[in-house]
């Protein structure tokens, strides 16, 4: 069993996400003060985990390295719930890394304790570096591209019911690629990136005639407009057999 997935993005109305980048707001407001929106309505989903990517991760909480040098690989390959996790109150911060790059410093971020997502061919070294900074772990296949068995992990191992899935667009294109997002919730900010190649909502990498998102309907359920321009609409994502 695995969580019920819901991608939560704000994009410009270009759907690019990069906030630093967007159009001032009129009437003079500020432009932080319309994103943050975005965090007061993340709230309201009082979901048990939420997951980026690595470079989100490293963008906001910790930095990288390179991945350990090939070493010994014979530490069980299966899930490891750090005390932090176990005592936990709130949510748990997810974070697909396969290649082990990230460097912790600490066991949480943003006040919520760390579950990196590896593959199995990291290092045992890089194990024992996680154990020892109480982050936790588990693992999503040989090559860490198997989501669904990792998701399923975050279920039976962590607890995880509800998973809000919140960028960028690469980890958000592989969970669409494998049809695990249940449902989209997604803020338009009232402005413009404009520029050709800007990371977007969704960046699956795969061939030219691969269509990701092919099987997939959105049906809205609900949409609101806020005074200060952002538009919010939630959609349930319905496969189609």
Known sequence: MRPHIICHMISSIDGRILTDRWTQPVDGKARDDLVNRYYDIEKTFKADAWLVGRQTMQQH??????????GRRELPRRAYVSEAAKRRTGGLAAVVDPKGKLRYESDSADGDPI???LSEQVADTYLHKLQAAGVSYLFAG????????????????????TLLLEGGGRINGAFLKAGLIDDISLMMYPGIDGLSGVTCVFEYEGEKDEEPAIGQSLRLTASEMFEDGIIWARYKVERNH
């Open 61 to 70: 909480f910790v930095h990288a390295g390179e991945p350990d040098a090939s």
């Open 115 to 117: 579950v990196t997502i």
């Open 142 to 161: 040989e090559e860490g591209k198997d989501l669904m068995h990792a998701m399923n992990s975050l279920t039976e191992d962590f607890g995880v019911e």
